[in-house]
């Protein structure tokens, strides 16, 4: 069956018809996601939500969402879609954060020459038919210091295109490193420095608790008098109320805001103050962005229904297209290596290691980390997936740890899982054969080779002759077929193991049967997604 998806937000015709064209089955309601109760709803009958920041996707309509795998945000902000509640839920949250980059950068710009040469103020007066020439006497870009707070997509452009006004750009950016920072031809500073020194102060980053009010009271105190702030990013980075005062004493020359700590903005301390420009959230809103992240949301909500890639996405771990080709059976190995162990531990785990050697210590780690962490929490919550395994993991207090190294075997490349508890440590490995197929490879530091099936039976036993009948004959006697036959043991004598691929799940009654002979130590079915 089709993949189905909701957009419950005004996309273009091109971005539905991209779906269309992929054999997804698209559900185009642009007015659903003002209808909250509506939506939760009809929510349950999607596998995608295609959104623009009119949907709110709350915790209630997640509850509903039965189905639901991805959400596409066609933008960059997703301050509209309760990102916890859909991580617990095991859905992705995907945003756009490339397709309007250039416009919110050019806004921006076109801000800080309002700000410097008061245009709306000048635009209006001239209108009203006055003619004010020195009322409006306002200052060159040239030469003054830009300071850009965020340097990453969006600060970088500005400080491109300032640099092309023939500005001085200072930025602050921890992430911001000293080579990068020469490339991009910018000084980098620390936050109190550029307080000191920027005539121009724009901001480009998001709303986090580090960053909320990063434009303090204290803050703006500590700037150079005169200077003119600019803020196209988030609501919230400045303080309003703060910066409106220093710009009824003179201290801060002027202001251009795109957004507001509170929107719709239909009152702020800003308003009506002079020399203030203020607009309604443009920043993306040119026909060229808005075409761009709804394509691109599009685009990447196929990718994943129908290929697995992972585009970015906020709550995982991005995969490529070539990488889901390349990584789809080591995804699929992790997931079963975590299975297995997650059937055989019955104690609250306290740690989880993961190994990872030769060729896939290259890939994406972070991926097969949520693929190997899902396969052992879905003993205890069926639900669970990529996404809300690691979330569960934290909350369950579980350290998670990963090792990659060098080929160290006769293996290309392969991963082993370890869980600790505080009874005792369980290891499996596994590797990928040429033909795509993953295989267990060592149980219990014991080498192996076994095909991995749907339904399995593992044992555990002393190294003694009888064990191999005892298995046939149990099997057979109760109509059980066995499709493949691993054994393997530590040392003569020592512990052995055996691992069945049978056809169909083993009836709790021949498990007691094979339990009854006293041979072995344990005897344990097994069942493995390997659709």
Not at 307 to 325: C, F, H, I, R
Not at 479 to 491: D, H, K, P, Q, Y
Request: charged share 20%; glycine share 8%.
């Amino acid at each position: 069956m089709a993949p189905r998806v909701l957009i419950s937000d005004k996309l273009s015709d091109a971005a539905v018809q991209i779906f269309r064209d992929r054999g997804i089955d698209v559900d185009f309601q642009p007015d659903l996601g003002k209808d909250k109760d509506k939506l939760a709803e009809v929510i349950g009958q999607y596998d995608g939500l295609a959104i623009r920041s009119a949907t709110k996707v709350t915790q209630a309509i997640l509850e509903n969402a039965t189905n639901l795998k991805v959400i596409g945000r066609a933008g960059i902000g997703t301050d509209n879609v309760d990102k916890d509640a859909a991580s617990k839920k095991g859905v992705i949250v995907m945003n756009t954060p490339f397709g309007n980059m250039i416009t919110t950068a050019e806004h921006a710009i076109a801000m800080m020459f309002a700000c410097a040469r008061q245009i709306p103020e000048a635009s209006a007066s001239t209108h009203a038919g006055k003619w004010e020439k020195s009322k409006f006497m306002g200052v060159e870009l040239t030469g003054k210091t830009l300071g850009v707070i965020g340097a990453g997509n969006i600060g970088g452009i500005v400080c491109d295109r300032a640099r092309g006004l023939k500005m001085k750009v200072v930025a602050y950016d921890p992430f911001l490193g000293e080579e990068k920072a020469k490339q991009m031809q910018v000084e980098k500073v620390e936050l109190e420095d550029l307080l000191k020194r920027a005539d121009f102060i724009t901001l480009h980053v998001p709303l986090t608790d580090q960053t909320k009010n990063i434009l303090s009271a204290g803050n703006l105190a500590k700037t150079k008098k005169g200077v003119r702030i600019i803020n196209c990013a988030r609501g919230g980075l400045v303080d309003e109320a703060a910066l409106a005062e220093l710009l009824k004493s003179g201290h801060v020359a002027g202001a251009a805001f795109d957004v507001f700590a509170e929107e719709p903005a239909t009152d702020n301390p800003l308003f009506n103050l002079p020399n203030v420009v203020c607009t309604p959230h443009l920043g993306a809103a040119t026909t060229e962005a808005q075409e761009n992240v709804a394509l691109q949301v599009a685009e990447q909500m196929a990718n994943y229904l129908l290929t697995g890639a992972v585009e970015n996405a906020l709550n995982m771990p991005s995969v490529t297209a070539e990488e889901a080709k390349i990584m789809g059976p080591w995804i699929k190995l992790a997931d079963h290596l975590g299975s297995f162990i997650g059937q055989m531990t019955d104690e609250p785990i306290k740690a989880i290691n993961i190994l990872y050697d030769g060729s896939v210590s290259e890939m994406n780690l972070e991926a097969l980390n949520c693929s190997a962490i899902a396969g052992i929490m879905k003993r205890v919550n069926p639900d669970v997936n990529m996404v809300s395994a690691p979330l569960i993991a934290k909350e369950r207090g579980i350290k998670i740890s990963t090792t990659n190294q060098a080929k160290s075997g006769a293996f290309d490349g392969y991963i082993k899982v370890t869980v600790v508890t505080a009874e005792r440590e369980r290891s499996i490995a596994g590797t990928v054969f040429s033909d795509g197929k993953p295989r267990f490879i060592q149980i219990k530091g014991i080498n192996i080779d076994a095909e991995i099936g749907a339904h399995m039976v593992y044992t555990t036993n002393e190294d003694v002759p009888g064990i191999i009948g005892t298995l046939g004959m149990t099997m057979g006697q109760n109509n059980v077929n066995i499709a493949n036959f691993t054994l393997g043991r530590s040392v003569a004598k020592g512990e052995a193991i055996a691992l069945l691929y049978v056809d169909e799940a083993v009836p709790a009654s021949v498990v007691d049967k094979l339990k009854e002979t006293g041979l072995f130590r344990q005897v344990k079915p097994l069942q493995f997604d390997v659709a």
